[in-house]
């Protein structure tokens, strides 16, 4: 009786443990970069990422550079798009000695999970010979997930079944403790994957900065000749960093509105102020201009933003240690 008891404490364990071990590898999210080029007219769709959760907005950029001579009409964003609903819309426009870039940025967000697609978009414009014609940007692929874990989908469930027949003749003990080691091994695995969960997003800002500037790196993009993603990258990184530490809306501003905000921060000093302006003025020349930079650039881009994120940070520390001991002493 006992080794049959033990089977039983054995087959739940291994149930929670299986289904642990079922649950989705999800992949790591990859920066969006759509791309769409004719003649005198070049389109890039960009995002920092293609999976978000339900309800989570997506900073999407448009960015339109066009050669004298082309006349462009702005595409139709608000509203609906797809299963996703815009909002939040700016443009702005800088003229360039051959042409002109435009910009559009908008948030996109849906509350229907699973793999759902950003349509693709539209471009009317007029070639130099005052022809119609239109740039079509391919769809986008997004990952949208759930906040509920996919073991728990009532689509997951087995159909009931017919009454079994139970012994009674023991005690309710061998019926009730399977049942409460198999509560516990799934409350173990919820309670682990929701650790993970707050650990990453607490992550501090200079953590997350160098984590993600590492994993730049690997990806090898200047090495593969992706010159402009790595600048599109590299760039939302440090305004992301800039976000977290500072306060500042910089992964939804123009570089000229950030530059305006960092001036008027009082943590930012004058030379990472310099700093910041030189080393976004580079990373538009990449994205907007068509600078095609050297692997020394690059180099010198990624250092740049590793040096500003070490010297914010230093700087940063005895001030927040200064306004934790003034909290306390409240």
């Not at 049959?4 to 443990?17: C, F, I, K, N, Y």
């Not at 042409?99 to 793999?115: D, I, N």
């Not at 960093?241 to 500072?246: A, D, H, L, Q, V």
């Not at 305006?260 to 976004?280: C, W």
Request: glycine share 6%; aromatic share 6%.
């Amino acid at each position: 009786m006992i080794h049959r008891v033990l089977m039983r404490v054995l087959g739940s364990l291994g149930a929670a443990g299986a289904l642990a071990a079922t649950e989705p590898q999800v992949l790591p999210a990859r920066p969006i970069d759509v791309t769409a080029k004719a003649t005198g007219i070049e389109a890039h769709l960009v995002a920092p990422k293609d999976r978000v959760e339900a309800g989570e907005p997506i900073a999407f950029r448009l960015l339109l550079t066009t050669a004298r001579g082309i006349a462009t009409t702005a595409p139709a964003l608000d509203g609906a798009q797809g299963p996703f609903a815009v909002s939040g819309v700016t443009t702005s426009s800088q003229p360039m000695p051959e042409g002109a870039v435009s910009e559009w940025r908008f948030l996109a967000r849906t509350y229907e999970s699973g793999p759902r697609e950003f349509p693709g978009l539209t471009i009317a414009y007029r070639d130099a010979n005052g022809e119609s014609r239109t740039l079509e940007l391919a769809p986008v692929p997004i990952e949208v997930a759930t906040l509920v874990s996919d073991p728990f989908d009532p689509a997951h469930f087995r159909d009931i079944k017919g009454p079994v027949a139970i012994d009674t003749g023991w005690s309710p003990w061998w019926i009730i403790a399977p049942s409460a080691f198999l509560a516990a091994g799934v409350a173990i695995w919820m309670l682990g994957r929701h650790r993970r969960a707050v650990a990453a997003r607490a992550l501090s800002p200079h953590g997350w900065a160098m984590q993600s500037l590492a994993a730049l790196e690997l990806d090898a993009l200047v090495e593969k000749g992706h010159m402009h993603t790595y600048w599109v990258r590299l760039s939302d990184i440090v305004r992301q960093y800039i976000e977290r530490r500072f306060d500042i809306a910089a992964p939804e501003q123009t570089t000229k509105e950030f530059i305006a905000s960092v001036g008027d921060h009082p943590a930012i000093g004058a030379e990472h102020r310099h700093l910041l302006t030189d080393f976004l003025r580079a990373a538009d020349m990449v994205k907007f201009a068509a600078h095609q930079p050297a692997a020394t650039e690059c180099a010198r881009g990624m250092a740049a933003a590793r040096g500003f994120v070490e010297d914010t940070t230093a700087a940063a520390e005895p001030a927040r240690a200064a306004q934790v001991l003034e909290e306390a002493s409240r």
